[in-house]
């Protein structure tokens, strides 16, 4: 199989998910949609993995490139085809399919706990996912209405759509299910992300979120090993 990935930033790449995809045999193109590259012909790729950013989506003046994404991803899931978001993948579906993101009342920047919904307890992509789990969050946007076709898989205190399906062919994640041992300390050397987490966390707020996301490493990617295996099974 081969799969298409947008990125938003060269440090918010599919990290641990590149390992699992080597290991399976799937090759990807990584399109760097902030460094001008071009949205390839959708021809000959088994899904679209998009991953994270510093941006938000409403914030088109400054990333013209969203508008083009933005249609790609309203094409690509209308037509059925397997995708996969993560952070700022997870909010694109939603705007590119109907519903509505705005900032977050209360920002989620941390290893904090993600329980499943009803739904999420049932839909094939958390299959022997537990009901609930910890999760790296690094977010001070959110869906705040889901698309008309949409569906809540996941929630927490502060965010009612933690994880989302459209349809039985697109799956997102607002949580960072992907990271690897060096995520949190090249995520922190973005500005944009630096200056949430001192705001959250305060001063020494990287060493805790260091300390926080490598405790529960093994735990994370567990739970990345299970919803990969999902979503190729899907696709398969």
């Not at 990333?63 to 037509?79: D, M, R």
């Not at 001070?140 to 809540?152: D, F, H, I, N």
Request: hydrophobic content about 45%; aromatic content about 10%.
């Amino acid at each position: 199989m081969h799969f298409l990935v947008f990125q938003h930033i060269a440090c918010e790449h599919p990290a641990i998910f590149r390992e699992f995809m080597r290991r399976d045999k799937i090759t990807w193109d990584a399109i760097a949609l902030d460094e001008g590259e071009e949205i390839p012909d959708f021809d000959g790729y088994d899904a679209l993995l998009v991953m994270g950013g510093p941006m938000d989506v409403w914030q088109k003046e400054d990333n013209p490139w969203l508008i083009q994404e933005l249609a790609a991803i309203k094409k690509w899931v209308s037509e059925g085809r397997p995708y996969l978001g993560f952070c700022l993948g997870h909010q694109l579906l939603a705007e590119a399919m109907g519903g509505k993101v705005g900032p977050s009342k209360t920002p989620e920047i941390g290893v904090l706990p993600v329980t499943l919904t009803d739904s999420g307890l049932s839909h094939w992509f958390f299959k022997g996912v537990a009901p609930t789990l910890h999760a790296l969050q690094w977010h001070s946007a959110e869906v705040t209405q889901l698309p008309a076709r949409g569906v809540s898989l996941a929630s927490s205190s502060a965010c009612a759509v933690n994880a989302m399906a459209y349809g039985d062919n697109a799956v997102a994640v607002q949580f960072h299910v992907e990271i690897m041992e060096n995520t949190v300390r090249e995520w922190g050397e973005i500005p944009e992300y630096a200056a949430a987490l001192d705001q959250a966390l305060g001063k020494g707020g990287m060493k805790t979120m260091i300390q926080s996301a490598d405790d529960r490493m093994i735990e994370f990617n567990a739970v990345s090993q299970t919803i990969y295996d999902n979503f190729v099974a899907k696709i398969q």
